[in-house]
């Protein structure tokens, strides 16, 4: 009975669109659509029901995991229809699962939207490139039709090191090896240096989520290899910070060092659900590294990168408010939706009033002056001054 319900459940997924699946007890089957839940017109599950869900599609190896210590985590293919990403856990001692559809079907450059300069990315023999987000924001959407397009048009040797596998790249011009942390290896620092053995050309980092994986990565970076990684961090800016902070104080100067030679680009993104149609669209924000951006993380004045995104255009180079404000003049996204997921808010409803859109203050918005970004301590004066001009010349043109 349980196996013909996740059936019908796992149908009812791939053919609306769906997301994630929720099954937690006390509530009906959930779907995740378009970002918004929506319920099923089901019963509502009991602790047995869940049970015999999870027992249904779950290795015997993540279930006695499951049963030590309360979570588990693995993936597995629905036929040729799609993939799962599931996490299994126990609430109040019952058994909950979250499903997450990966797509069987990977997406092209333009059906994401990337930025001209990802295809420039992919053809660097050298360098590591990170894509960072909250959950959920098509991270490993964005990687995989990468690593899509590398293996359509080069003969390189691929390693990807994830957690769990979820976009399965079956071998074209190049070969592709796809190991599983937990299953394949230990963990992801024990991957990357494995994988330096392996003759490797381009390897993908599922997730760089402590010091030595952050180390390892560099690491390759540094000794000939393209390397692509993701991070939980919101902008250029912050994730460059967010990789130096993971260091020891005593390590840091030479980290910034190898980060300022070895890092291609940073690309932030954020899903928005649309309002012209179904579905949600990408928000970016993009940087290039120049040898402006390189000094800037050589002497530790990430604070200003932002400015030199706002004149890199020609480098494809965008802030993230920039293409919410794009996407709101498109009609692509609300008002609300774009200060919603703006990294200041303040800012983006003085854009939107200035550009004819009707955003009402009294939602608790701060004004643009109260969130301006401020120098840190330490900074030199002529870095603060340059900061406060740089806010002056964005106020006057209403960018």
């Known amino acids: 009975m349980a196996t013909v319900q996740i059936d019908r459940l796992l149908e009812t997924v791939v053919r609306k669109g769906a997301s994630d699946l929720h099954l937690a007890v006390g509530k009906p089957p959930t779907l995740r659509l ?3 839940l929506r319920e099923l017109q089901t019963k509502v599950l009991e602790a047995e029901d869940t049970m015999s869900l999870m027992k249904s599609i779950t290795p015997d190896r993540i279930q006695q995991e499951f049963e030590e210590s309360g979570s588990g985590d693995f993936g597995f293919a629905y036929g040729d229809a799609a993939r799962f990403r599931v996490a299994i856990f126990k609430q109040k001692g019952y058994c909950s699962l979250v499903l997450r559809q990966i797509p069987n079907k990977i997406l092209t450059f333009e059906q994401i939207g990337l930025p001209a300069m990802a295809e420039q990315i992919c053809r660097r023999p050298r360098g590591i490139f990170l894509v960072t987000g909250p959950t959920g924001s098509g991270k490993s959407t964005t990687l995989a039709c990468m690593i899509n397009w590398i293996n359509e048009n080069f003969d390189k040797h691929i390693i990807t090191m994830e957690d769990p596998i979820e976009f399965f790249h079956p071998h074209k011009k190049s070969i592709v090896v796809q190991r599983e942390v937990g ?9 990357i240096r494995r994988a330096l053995r392996q003759d490797p ?12 994986t952050i180390g390892a990565a560099i690491t390759a970076a540094e000794t000939g290899h393209l390397v692509f990684g993701t ?5 250029a800016a912050s994730t460059i910070s967010r990789v130096i902070d993971a260091f020891p104080a005593d390590a840091q100067e030479q980290i910034r060092v190898q980060l300022a030679n070895n890092l291609i680009a940073v690309l932030s993104q954020t899903l928005c659900p649309r309002i012209d149609t179904e579905g949600r669209v990408a928000a970016y924000e993009f940087m290039y590294v120049t040898p402006s951006i390189q000094n800037l993380i050589r002497e530790n004045k990430t604070f200003r990168i932002d400015s030199d995104i706002q004149t890199g255009k020609k480098y494809g180079m965008q802030l993230l408010d ?5 996407h709101v003049a498109a009609g692509r996204i609300s008002p609300e939706e774009a200060v919603d997921k703006s990294k200041v808010p303040g800012s983006m409803v003085d854009k939107l009033q200035r550009s004819g859109f009707m955003v009402d203050r009294a939602q608790g918005y701060p004004d643009a002056a109260e969130q301006s970004e401020t120098p840190p301590a330490g ?10 001009a740089n806010r002056e010349r964005m106020m006057k043109s209403g960018k």
């Open 34 to 36: 378009h970002g918004s």
């Open 183 to 191: 299953v394949d290896v230990p963990n992801f620092s024990e991957a």
């Open 201 to 212: 050309d381009v390897m993908l980092v599922g997730e760089m989520r402590d010091l030595a």
């Open 231 to 235: 991070l939980h961090t919101n902008g």
């Open 322 to 326: 920039d293409n919410l404000l794009m």
């Open 379 to 388: 900074a030199t004066n002529d870095a603060a001054k340059q900061a406060q």
